[in-house]
């Protein structure tokens, strides 16, 4: 049986000479029960406390409070998510099979989350936050980059520990694992090639998700710019097949390459659905963009639709703004997902953060559907 663990970097724990811990900012939380996960490149057990997904959240918020961001969030340690108990207790260990490192955002770590829930299996998330990022844990993995999935045999010394890196390469394995892939070679190969289109466009080649290929806070520009001659209906949108090489797409704004990529996935949709179904959607329409279930890509693209539909950008009325019918209706049926929602929903995800008007990251968190501010 492999032991499957991922590191995601949530925020920072400052660890007391002693086993006990403290949250910074904020009060000394009550002292748990130590979880050791074993670190790459060290042959020591290294502990990490268990602490609540509240717990968690309220130390981001504190650090918000104190004019703090991201760069200065300061925990460290274990949310256990859809476990048959969220005790401190060592006693159940062995069903947590997979532990998510990476620090206390959504960004890189949000498709590898969306997957874990949608499979609706236990796992870890390890909340790392900047402060120890740069404090030690970054020279613990194989990259010094996160995400890291963590992959052991149960009860076994660090000796047998594998660390998986790279955001690609973690999607795809679970996925895989999962069943969210496609269910035959070529249905698991459209995936990867939407994928691959995804990540190139909506995620800017993993650089950041708001930059010259896909920028929501240009969309969002757009929009307040209706009527001057600069608003959505003035924006060109050819095929995305029609533009021939990327020094023409590179004579776009970045509103119009970001509406370019979003009508690709438009026609996908329309594409992948019986031909006797319209706009409305009436007939036999599965919604996903390849095959008849849900596979990773719908996931990547589900959580920037989600981001855009936020009241502080395009708004949840996004499909009719720009024109995507089925992005509308494909956001709406996955967000009502059983598993999506009750994550969408629950302190367990991280929170967002803020962006200038350019869209340039101010890591500043934000408040946003289904995650309000949360202090103890």
């Not at 925990?75 to 998510?100: A, F």
């Not at 209706?329 to 953060?353: A, N, T, W």
Request: glycine share 8%; with cysteine.
């Amino acid at each position: 049986m492999v032991f499957l663990s991922i590191v995601l970097t949530c925020g920072l724990l400052h660890m007391a000479p002693s086993s006990a811990f403290v949250l910074v900012p904020g009060p000394r939380p009550v002292r748990r029960t130590l979880v050791t996960p074993l670190q790459a490149g060290s042959d020591e057990h290294k502990p990490v406390p268990i602490l609540s997904a509240e717990e968690v959240a309220s130390s981001l918020w504190k650090t918000a409070d104190i004019g703090g961001a991201l760069y200065d969030t300061n925990v460290h340690g274990v949310i256990r998510c859809n476990g048959n108990d969220s005790s401190s207790s060592n006693d159940n260990d062995d069903q947590y099979r997979y532990r998510l490192l990476y620090l206390p955002c959504r960004n890189r770590g949000e498709i590898l989350r969306l997957i874990l829930e949608e499979s609706r299996v236990p796992y870890e998330v390890e909340v790392v936050g900047f402060q120890n990022w740069i404090g030690g844990i970054k020279d613990t993995t194989p990259h010094g980059k996160c995400p890291v999935l963590r992959i052991r045999e149960p009860s076994t010394d660090a000796s047998n520990t594998v660390d998986l890196g790279q955001e690609g390469a973690i999607t795809r394995y679970l996925a895989e694992e999962f069943r969210l892939a496609g269910t035959t070679p070529l249905e698991r190969a459209k995936v990867d090639s939407l994928y691959c289109f995804w990540f190139s466009t909506m995620r800017n080649n993993g650089v950041s998700h708001d930059g010259d290929f896909f920028s929501i806070a240009a969309l969002k520009e757009a929009t307040l710019c209706d009527g001057d001659g600069n608003g959505i209906a003035d924006l060109r949108r050819p095929r995305y097949e029609d533009v021939q090489r990327l020094e023409t797409l590179n004579e776009y704004s970045r509103a119009e390459v970001s509406l370019i990529a979003l009508d690709y996935f438009e026609r996908r949709l329309e594409e992948n659905n019986s031909s006797n179904v319209n706009v409305n959607g009436n007939g036999n329409n599965n919604g996903w963009l390849v095959g008849n279930a849900c596979t990773y890509v719908d996931l990547g693209l589900f959580y920037i639709l989600f981001e855009l539909s936020e009241l502080d950008n395009v708004g949840p009325n996004f499909d009719k703004v720009l024109g995507l019918p089925r992005l509308g209706r494909f956001l709406q049926m996955v967000s009502e997902q059983p598993h999506i929602s009750d994550y969408l929903y629950s302190p367990r995800r991280m929170p967002r953060y803020s962006r200038a008007a350019s869209g340039q990251s101010l890591y500043t968190y934000l408040e946003g559907r289904g995650s309000p501010r949360i202090v103890l």
